[in-house]
């Protein structure tokens, strides 16, 4: 399952981060990487912690709250994102995200998550490159949305052949680890919320209700 999440941060938000970003001190992204995309990444990272806990108030802040982050990933933990830049000449390549992450409080990558911080018009290349049972998916969206899609997948970044691109990037642990179970749950959650507005009484309404409630008791992981 692949999920657009539109307007995570509005204009404001995206020019505080942009004027952050400005001034922050960057490292080789590769540091961050696992041991085998760190052969093939080539990007660079935010590494000045107090400029970090402010674009995190400002970006986990949104994320937490939007409606469809918490349908789609029904999330138990996220991670702390890497905020990231690729200058000119900068891609990662085909990899697979680790299984496992952190350090002493480590998670399960069940799902990453990008969220775009400058206009798809500021940078040529830079698209990230999903492979999925239906073909490669091409993802390079506006500002301010972002990308949520299973960790599982192998992915990659189209080398940027001008501008800059900037990313912040994510992941999480899901309460249901499998991810057609998880892609079940988010449509019918989207039918249940429909029925929800428009007819919260009917015998129908209440059997999607319940159904949706039990399978996720029956299914997550706490």
Request: proline fraction near 4%; glycine fraction near 6%; hydrophobic fraction near 35%.
């Amino acid at each position: 399952m692949l999920v657009q999440i539109k307007n995570i941060l509005g204009d404001t938000e995206l020019q505080k981060i942009q004027d952050l970003l400005k001034t922050a001190k960057f490292r080789d992204g590769h540091l961050s990487a696992g041991m085998a995309a760190q052969q093939v990444k080539n990007n660079l990272e935010v590494s000045d912690e107090d400029i970090t806990s402010v674009l995190n108030n400002i970006v986990m802040n949104n994320v937490v709250r939007h409606p469809v982050y918490q349908q789609a990933a029904l999330p138990h933990r996220i991670a702390t994102p890497f905020y990231a830049r690729y200058e000119t000449g900068m891609e990662y390549g085909e990899h697979i995200d680790d299984p496992i992450m952190g350090q002493g409080d480590r998670y399960r990558s069940d799902l990453a998550m990008t969220i775009f911080l400058n206009s798809p018009d500021e940078y040529k290349g830079g698209e990230l490159i999903i492979q999925t049972p239906f073909g490669e998916q091409t993802i390079k969206y506006s500002a301010g949305d972002a990308v949520l899609y299973p960790a599982t997948t192998r992915h990659r970044v189209v080398k940027v052949t001008s501008g800059e691109r900037l990313v912040a990037v994510t992941w999480v642990q899901s309460l249901i680890r499998d991810n057609e179970q998880r892609e079940l749950l988010y449509q019918l959650s989207k039918t249940r919320e429909k029925m929800l507005r428009k007819d919260p009484d009917s015998e129908d309404t209440k059997c999607i209700d319940s159904t949706y409630v039990n399978l996720v008791r029956m299914w997550s992981e706490v």
